[in-house]
């Protein structure tokens, strides 16, 4: 169910129920020649709203404006800085626990949010917060690396496109996108995770394409559908584990 899409009185009587709520988080920052803008924030989105279809849970609006400062000179980036960002999930959780909400789970699809979002703690009592990025799961991780192996890559990588073809636009793959990128080896993309990359200058000078690693052109659509629907069964799961020691029966008595 989307936060959105609700009326206040629609949340109230949900709060009576239940005290979770699924928030999900991208970005909004280049992803190579035939990756969205919104790539991030896409998966998020499709996956989280997908977990509330099936478990009933809230869905926030997705949190689309987030770190990305490595890729300020690829045109259509828009970053806040790491400090604004976690003001930001504090001032959220703070807010939302203020009105009932006990459980907050972040689904997260871009590595740069990792800090913040793990740093995060809410003081209302009784709260607890969890972070899940989309392909924590092992057998999300399984199906990455027999679908395209070392060419997924850390940025543009061919499943997080793959699942936005479901939903959005498919772009024509043009001569020089059909070429793979530069070959980065195990050391150097595990280097990479949770987007440790430098100054924005010198990132587009390595990675003038914006992919990083990643052989985008691998993406299909059908491939996209298998990943959200195995991350959407691992997620499911995930949520209703997480949620499943808050009783609002206890808190009533
Ligand atoms: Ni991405």
């Not at 890559?153 to 793959?162: C, L, M, N, R, W």
């Not at 587009?204 to 052109?217: L, N």
Request: aromatic share 8%; hydrophobic share 35%; charged share 25%.
């Amino acid at each position: 169910m989307r936060l959105d899409h609700c009326t206040w009185f629609e949340v109230d009587a949900y709060l009576t129920r239940c005290r979770g709520i699924i928030i999900p988080v991208g970005s909004t920052e280049q992803h190579g020649p035939l990756g969205l803008i919104g790539t991030d924030s896409h998966v998020a989105r499709a996956a989280a709203e997908r977990v509330g279809d099936i478990t009933g849970a809230l869905v926030a609006p997705a949190l689309t404006v987030t770190p990305a400062p490595f890729n300020l000179s690829f045109p259509g980036t828009i970053s806040i800085n790491a400090e604004l960002f976690s003001c930001m999930l504090k001032e959220i959780v703070t807010g939302l626990a203020g009105q009932g909400f006990r459980r907050f789970y972040f689904l997260n699809a871009h590595g740069a949010n990792l800090e913040s979002l793990t740093a995060l703690r809410c003081d209302d009592p009784g709260t607890r917060v969890m972070t899940r990025s989309w392909w924590d799961f092992s057998p999300v991780q399984t199906m990455r690396d027999d679908l395209y192996g070392d060419w997924e890559g850390v940025h543009a990588t061919p499943s997080e496109i793959a699942i936005t073809q479901i939903d959005h636009r498919r772009i024509a793959v043009s001569e020089e996108s059909r070429e793979p990128p530069a070959r980065l080896d195990r050391a150097t993309l595990t280097s990479l995770t949770g987007d440790r990359h430098g100054p924005p200058d010198g990132h587009r000078r390595r990675y003038p394409d914006g992919r990083v690693g990643s052989h985008s052109a691998l993406a299909r659509p059908e491939h996209g559908r298998q990943l959200l629907d195995l991350v959407v069964r691992c997620v499911v799961e995930d949520y209703n584990q997480f949620v499943s020691d808050d009783s609002i029966a206890d808190q009533a008595e």
